[in-house]
């Protein structure tokens, strides 16, 4: 089992809709979670962070948290075709000395 | 702030040689990242540390790689020799502290012919 798994897509979409992205953790000692966003050529770029149970909006992100089910999501509204890029989920583990580990990155693709 | 600055942007190498990747970290982060990026293996966590420290190499690939970070402000990435298959895009990352959001640089691409 891989220590974060996500989809790898391509996740297609048309402009204006909602896009979901999903991602599991297999160490229940992980204890910060984040999105980045990764357009082809370019560095990673932090779009959310989300440390506790529930949701958490900002703008036209929301990032869902479910530690008892390992589970962390990611839903943007208003899909735009400039949200077309990879989105990379990375889990960071406080108990060993703050190990942040990437997902594969799930490919969206937002048709105008 | 300038964010996180590595060099070089690109580099071409030959086999065999010797290459040094370099990093300076957000002022004031306490922690610091080297990862690696292929098509086939994502992004690879490949060493990080605290307070200048290695915490953690399990990832590196070989005993042809080896990491430091001599001060809070600089850390290398170093292969010998280094060979075809390490073509990849490096990057380094820093955060605040080991809990926190990292901020990646603008990568290293490192083509070994």
């Known amino acids: 089992q891989k220590e974060v798994e996500q989809n790898s897509g391509p996740l297609s979409v048309p402009e204006g809709a909602i896009a979901s992205l999903n991602c599991t953790y297999s160490?229940?000692?992980?204890?910060?979670f984040f999105w980045y966003r990764q357009y082809s050529g370019k560095s990673p770029e932090l779009i959310m962070s989300?440390?506790?149970?529930g949701d958490k909006e900002d703008g036209r992100f929301t990032a869902q948290l479910n530690k008892a089910s390992q589970y962390v999501s990611l839903l943007i509204r208003d899909s735009q075709p400039s949200d077309s890029a990879t989105y990379l989920c990375?889990?960071?583990?406080?108990?060993?000395?703050?190990?942040?580990?990437f997902g594969q990155g799930t490919e969206l693709s937002v048709k105008p | 702030d300038a964010g996180v600055i590595q060099s070089p942007r690109h580099e071409v190498t030959e086999m065999g040689q010797e290459v040094t990747l370099r990093c300076k970290p957000i002022?004031?982060?306490?922690?610091l990242f080297w990862y690696r990026q292929t098509m086939m293996r994502g992004l690879e966590l490949l060493i990080y540390?605290?307070?200048?420290?290695?915490?953690?190499d399990s990832g590196m690939p070989e005993d042809r790689f080896s990491a430091k970070m001599p001060n809070a402000s600089f850390s290398t990435l170093k292969i010998q020799p280094s060979e075809p298959r390490d073509s990849a895009v490096y990057f380094c990352?820093?955060?605040?502290?080991?809990?926190?959001?990292?901020?990646f640089g603008q990568g290293t691409r490192l083509t070994v012919v």
């Open positions: 540390f605290n307070n200048n420290v290695p915490i953690d």
């Open positions: 989300i440390y506790s149970n």
């Open positions: 002022s004031g982060h306490n922690s």
């Open positions: 990375a889990v960071n583990r406080r108990n060993q000395g703050g190990k942040l580990i």
């Open positions: 990352a820093s955060s605040l502290t080991r809990n926190t959001e990292a901020f």
């Open positions: 160490d229940r000692g992980s204890q910060s």
